[in-house]
């Protein structure tokens, strides 16, 4: 399995429901480098997993939409916890809505899986993994 991983980062506000959540049931900020790996089996005609500035500006478009902002008042996430987990599958789906849509180029088609990780720091981080439909490496989505 061939992969290429981009990277990014967010800085978000939010506050969580819950005991488990203990201080962190308070509004607080949180900093999060991103990274957004993709897969496929085999390389396309032109040798490559997928266009890596393609990749990198899908993944700035993503998170520009969550970026600077309090996610308690996102509609998206009305009544959920956007814990590190939740965000990472966020992200994961919305890049694979930008491939299915063919944002990332027509290779892109042929990527069968996506995995994002929030690293909330040096010591501490949370992955989604999704596979692709299709992923035949050459029809469109």
Request: charged share 20%; net charge negative.
């Amino acid at each position: 399995m061939f992969s290429v991983t981009v990277r990014d980062h967010i800085m978000v506000a939010h506050s969580f429901r819950g005991e488990v959540f203990g201080p962190a049931q308070r509004l607080h900020g949180a900093t999060f480098v991103v990274d957004a790996s993709f897969s496929r089996p085999d390389l396309d005609a032109d040798g490559i997993v997928v266009d890596i500035g393609l990749a990198t500006d899908q993944l700035k478009a993503v998170l520009g939409e969550l970026n600077y902002r309090n996610l308690d008042d996102e509609p998206a996430f009305a009544g959920t916890n956007t814990t590190t987990e939740v965000l990472a599958r966020t992200i994961a789906d919305r890049l694979a809505d930008a491939v299915a849509s063919g944002a990332l180029g027509a290779g892109a088609h042929g990527l069968t899986g996506i995995t994002v990780t929030l690293h909330e720091s040096h010591v501490a981080w949370a992955a989604y993994e999704r596979s692709l439909p299709g992923g035949t490496g050459g029809g469109a989505a």
